[in-house]
């Protein structure tokens, strides 16, 4: 699969798998062409064709009406703590960590999209690389911190911003 959205970059997940096997089922026709002369056979792979196209169209995340304003920030972050299981939170929810403890941060990103990020700490919490999406973040030493990141998409969707809120434990 990961070979499929290297050549069909910036697209739905179900995109190209789809279009690899109406491609593989247009080519196993061509043999046959010489063959069926007819202008149903001819019109009907031409249907075929503009098929894969109106597909490609649609499932590209550049071109396709269907994602105009599509957020490549899709689906908040994941946030790995400590020793606690990975969880899903939404931009703008609350985390709670210990003062002493370290979470891994990841935003949830459009499959097929490879954003460039930029993280940034309200109250000086240190990130190990606040230039890369996936950012491991220690508190500081305040209450409380809100955690920015600014998403840019490689697939000429809008800019994107979303926040963390964390509660800082002592």
Do not use: H
Request: net charge negative; proline share 8%.
């Amino acid at each position: 699969m990961n070979g499929l959205s290297s050549i069909f970059p910036c697209t739905a997940p179900v995109v190209a798998p789809l279009i690899a096997l109406l491609s593989i089922l247009l080519l196993a026709q061509l043999p046959f062409i010489s063959k069926y002369e007819s202008r149903r056979y001819r019109f009907m792979m031409i249907g075929q064709m503009m098929l894969i196209c109106i597909i490609l169209w649609f499932g590209s995340y550049q071109f396709s009406p269907l994602y105009t304003n599509a957020n490549p920030l899709a689906d908040g972050f994941d946030v790995t703590a400590g020793d606690r299981e990975k969880v899903n939170i939404k931009s703008g929810e609350i985390i709670t960590l210990g003062q002493n403890s370290m979470a891994v941060i990841v935003p949830l990103i459009l499959p097929g999209d490879t954003p460039s990020c930029t993280w940034s700490s309200q109250k000086g919490g240190a990130l190990d690389d606040p230039d890369s999406c996936e950012t491991i973040y220690a508190p500081s030493a305040a209450d409380y911190d809100v955690l920015r990141v600014s998403v840019r998409s490689s697939c000429g969707l809008p800019n994107a911003v979303g926040q963390i809120k964390i509660s800082i434990l002592p």
